[in-house]
């Protein structure tokens, strides 16, 4: 089993906020958290089960709709049959179950979410959010260091 910690950043860059997950995965590229992989994707995709299913840990990070701009999520994934499943949304649990089916095991999952103000047609984060992306980033290194998940 491999001892690789992954991040996946989730969001589409040329949205404004829906970026924000890919803002996070750059700002960890710049430092050095220890061993650890990261991938951008616009969204989640049956393929990226071969990727993350050896990991020791799975941190997801997107944009969301629901709550304060700039506010910051940490919630533990449990791997879960039941959600939305289409070719244009695909939640973490439901990838971590199909995983567990597929390979017998997942890793511990965390999905951070970061609550955006403005998805429209741009290539920048909005002032709460880039905010935000940096917070996401602090919790990420602790988490990356810890042996336990950390929520």
């Known amino acids: ?59 997801f990070v997107d944009a969301s709709v629901d709550g304060e701009p700039g506010s910051v999520m940490v919630t533990s994934i449990q791997p879960t049959p039941d959600g939305p499943a289409s070719s244009h949304q695909l939640h973490p649990a439901v990838l971590l179950a199909m995983g567990g089916e597929l390979y017998g095991r997942m890793p511990p999952a965390t999905l951070i979410t970061i609550t955006g103000q403005d998805f429209g047609y741009q290539e920048q984060l909005s002032p709460p959010v880039q905010q935000a992306v940096a917070a996401a980033v602090c919790q990420i290194e602790k988490m990356m260091q810890a042996k336990e998940p950390v929520l």
């Open 1 to 59: 089993m491999k001892s690789e910690k992954w991040v996946v950043g989730i969001g589409n860059p040329l949205r404004g906020d829906d970026g924000a997950g890919w803002a996070v995965v750059e700002a960890l590229a710049e430092l050095t958290v220890g061993p650890m992989q990261t991938v951008c994707v616009h969204q989640l995709l049956p393929e990226l089960l071969d990727t993350i299913h050896t990991a020791e840990r799975v941190i």
